[in-house]
């Protein structure tokens, strides 16, 4: 593991779908409401469809005993959702991004029991417990591109080591 490839394994674990451990599916292809999971902003985003980017906020490294550090890492989910149709209803269209929004949480929680998201980490989420969705203003995103927006933060840590 290494903090180069930490967006990466989080876009991994969200574009995953194992109907065994009872988690929403995110891509379409696996019946999900996004087209596109994937790390890192895309050089075309006129050509985003409903899409998850997952980036690193920040990336820090704590030493906490005498030779043992731990990588820690804010996420940043940015969440895209255009408007298919100038003509269809706004509110239907939010409505269903919240509703799309829910499963993207549902499955950062993770199933019970196991925080680590399928081992690509020591946990996600727990320290501090916290997840967040910061909301984009949809009259100015309608008006300036026709789609609406949100970010998702959260924290995720890789296993100790050695150093």
């Not at 599916?25 to 994937?38: C, F, I, K, S």
């Not at 030779?67 to 269903?96: H, L, N």
């Not at 967040?132 to 933060?153: K, M, Q, R, W």
């Amino acid at each position: 593991m290494s903090t180069a490839d930490a967006p990466a394994r989080e876009a991994a674990w969200l574009a995953d779908y194992n109907p065994a451990d009872g988690l929403p599916a995110l891509l379409q292809a696996n019946g999900g409401p996004w087209q596109v999971v994937q790390a890192y902003w895309p050089r075309t985003p006129d050509r985003m469809g409903k899409s998850l980017f997952v980036m690193r906020h920040s990336t820090k490294n704590e030493r906490f005993a005498n030779v043992q550090k731990i990588s820690k890492y804010v996420f940043r989910i940015v969440c895209w959702w255009p408007m298919v149709s100038t003509t269809g209803s706004a509110e239907q269209s939010q409505t269903d991004f919240d509703a799309a929004l829910d499963l993207v949480l549902q499955r950062l929680v993770g199933p019970q029991l196991d925080k680590t998201h399928g081992g690509r980490f020591l946990s996600v989420a727990e320290d501090p417990a916290a997840i967040e969705v910061t909301y984009h203003d949809p009259v100015s995103t309608l008006a300036s591109g026709n789609f609406l927006a949100a970010e998702i933060t959260y924290t995720a840590d890789d296993p100790n080591y050695n150093a």
